[in-house]
Structures are given as structure tokens and as C-alpha cells.
């Protein structure tokens, strides 16, 4: 009988799923062939799918910050801490690799309902034509070369400039907080 229940549900919850996206695609307007090989090249030389990636990421990024904060404050000797993050690194590499493969899948599902759909408002052919240009430009692909290089030159100079100081910031900025995290640890900590 509960299995019964589930199968008509099942069944009416795909007839649902499958009417809203006949009233979609009917909603939506038809894209020209031309429009939508456009869109399809766009896309693939473009990769939107990469922001979702770097959202994919920051937990991985927050955990070896907070692991390797957490050493430092706690003044785990220096071989020891070494040993943890790279112990701690395979387990988040591990995340990064199983969350990136499945954030790419989906989005890229997702694209010709979600990202293709904006690009047929939003460019007229003649627009897609100059912007698949753009992408496909060896000037572009000489910029993005250059772009680590800048990152680096300029990360360098800032560092030499003021990275003392944000250090000391970042010390300050920790050592304002800490106390108030452990006070409110210790008075969540069961009794």
C-alpha cells in the first residue's frame, strides 16, 4: 500500500515536473540556429562554470586557512604542523576533486536553460559574433597568459610595501577574536 502511494506520487509529481516544462519551453521563444551555434561556442570557450567552481572551493580554502591558523595559535611544533596540513590537504584535495567534477556536471546542465537563455535576450546574432571573436582573439590569450605574472609582480610589491603591517593587522584581528571564541565555547560546553 506505501509503496503504491509513492508510485502515484511519483507519477504525479513527474507529470507535474513535466507539464511546468512544456509551459517553459512554450514560454520561452525559439532561438535561431545561428543564434544558438553562437551561444554554444561562446560558452565553450568561455566556461561560466568556473564561478561556481571557485564557490565550490572556498570551504576548501577556509578549512587549510582555519587548520593552519589553529596550529600556529596552538604552537604545534613546526614539523608536526607540516605533517597535519599535508594530512589535511589530501582530504580536502579529495573534497575538491569529488565537489569540482559534480559543480561542473550540473552547470553544465544547467547552461542551455539557465546561461543560454540570457545570452539569446541579451546579444543580437551580430553581438554574438563580435563577443565569440573577442573570446577566440590571440590578443585575449596573450592577455590571460600576462595576468599570473601581474597578479604575482603586483602581489610582491604590496607585500614588500605594506604586508608587515597587514600581518600585525591580521595578529590584532586574531587576537581580538580569539578570546571571544573561546568565551563562547566554553560557555556552550556542556556542564
Do not use: C
Amino acid at each position: 500500500m506505501h509503496t503504491a502511494k509513492r508510485t502515484v506520487s511519483s507519477l504525479a509529481l513527474a507529470a507535474l515536473l513535466g507539464a511546468a516544462s512544456l509551459a517553459h519551453a512554450q514560454a520561452a521563444p525559439a532561438v535561431d540556429a545561428e543564434k544558438q551555434k553562437l551561444i554554444d561556442q561562446i560558452l565553450t570557450l568561455w566556461h561560466p562554470e568556473n564561478a561556481v567552481l571557485m564557490a565550490v572551493q572556498r570551504p576548501a580554502a577556509a578549512v587549510m586557512e582555519q587548520s593552519r591558523a589553529a596550529l600556529q595559535q596552538r604552537q604545534v611544533p613546526q614539523a608536526q604542523g607540516e605533517a597535519v596540513l599535508k594530512d589535511i590537504s589530501t582530504d580536502v584535495q579529495k573534497y575538491v576533486e569529488t565537489a569540482d567534477a559534480l559543480a561542473t556536471k550540473s552547470a553544465k546542465k544547467a547552461f542551455p536553460g539557465t546561461v543560454a537563455p540570457l545570452f539569446a535576450q541579451t546579444f543580437t546574432v551580430d553581438e554574438l559574433k563580435q563577443l565569440l571573436a573577442l573570446l577566440q582573439s590571440p590578443v585575449k590569450a596573450k592577455f590571460e597568459k600576462l595576468v599570473p605574472q601581474v597578479d604575482q609582480a603586483l602581489g610582491k610589491k604590496v607585500q614588500d610595501d605594506v604586508g608587515a603591517e597587514i600581518n600585525k593587522d591580521i595578529q590584532a584581528m586574531n587576537a581580538a577574536a580569539t578570546p571571544k571564541l573561546r568565551a563562547a565555547l566554553a560557555a556552550s560546553a556542556p556542564k
